[in-house]
């Protein structure tokens, strides 16, 4: 589980609910729910974005949700391991050995990268394929990550909506000024259910989707870069510098660590 993201989500709806007990009090917290206010905000937030997509992405797009919670397994440092060992196994063997050391991998794009230089597919076809799926890969992940920061931008808009609503109704009774608080106070409920939607839910669960994107799919490269190398008969050393690259120098140096340990 990822803590960050739990730890985040959970401390937001803390600093807002200190807030707001704070100056109304335990007392006065049914200040802040108006059932009008909600349905006008999530209602129109959650059904604009329906109309502007397909059911099977709006659907998947919700599930996207629980993504944020699971702390993507990326281990860049123990693939360049595996790259360089394979790439050693290739030098002594021949490149039909790694045929049967796909067959222990179980990442499905690195399999099917050793699977087609056993193969004997040209080197340019191999990265053309594995490109072909990556591209894929992250359109799927872009689709998801689209949908949380349009309906981060749906919330405000709609709140807004609820708001002239509200002050709409104010006018009306501007003959009573008992009446025009209360009535301020619910048009403006529906600004801070939009602005809540927004930047307690949309815009953090988009970020973290897009945190996570940038590593799998640097993870990916690496594993093009690596088994396109081993196609070449590159030496394992050149291999190892070369997959380093894509590590900041602070991790470089770690890696190279812990190489030397398992030696």
Avoid at 8 to 27: D, Y
Avoid at 112 to 126: A, Q, R
Avoid at 140 to 152: A, C, M, N, Q, V
Avoid at 171 to 190: C, F, H, Q, R
Wanted: charged share 20%; aromatic share 6%; net charge negative.
């Amino acid at each position: 589980m990822d803590l960050a993201s739990v730890l985040g989500l959970l401390l937001c709806f803390g600093m807002c609910a200190f807030g707001i007990i704070n100056s109304a009090g335990i007392a006065n917290i049914n200040r802040y729910g108006d059932a009008a206010s909600a349905i006008i905000t999530f209602g129109g937030a959650f059904f604009a974005i329906m109309a502007s997509t397909t059911m099977s992405n709006y659907i998947g797009g919700f599930k996207s949700f629980m993504l944020v919670f699971k702390a993507p397994a990326i281990d860049v440092q123990g693939m360049i391991q595996q790259i360089i060992n394979l790439s050693n196994v290739a030098r002594k063997e021949g490149l039909l050995s790694l045929e049967e050391a796909a067959g222990e991998l179980e990442d499905d794009f690195m399999k099917k990268g050793i699977l087609l230089i056993v193969d004997g597919t040209d080197p340019d076809l191999v990265r053309g394929i594995l490109e072909t799926e990556l591209v894929s890969l992250e359109d799927r992940h872009k689709s998801k990550i689209s949908f949380w920061e349009d309906l981060g931008a749906m919330g405000p808009a709609w709140g807004m909506i609820g708001t002239l609503i509200g002050l709409v109704n104010m006018l009306y009774e501007m003959d009573d000024p008992s009446k025009l608080g209360p009535n301020m106070a619910v048009a403006l409920i529906t600004t801070l259910y939009g602005s809540l939607l927004a930047n307690w839910i949309c815009t953090p669960v988009a970020s973290k989707l897009k945190v996570n994107n940038a590593s799998e799919v640097m993870l990916k490269e690496i594993m093009i870069e690596g088994l396109l190398s081993i196609q070449a008969g590159e030496n394992p050393r050149v291999i190892e510098e070369k997959l380093k690259s894509f590590l900041a120098p602070a991790d470089r140096t770690l890696a190279t660590d812990e190489g030397d340990g398992g030696e």
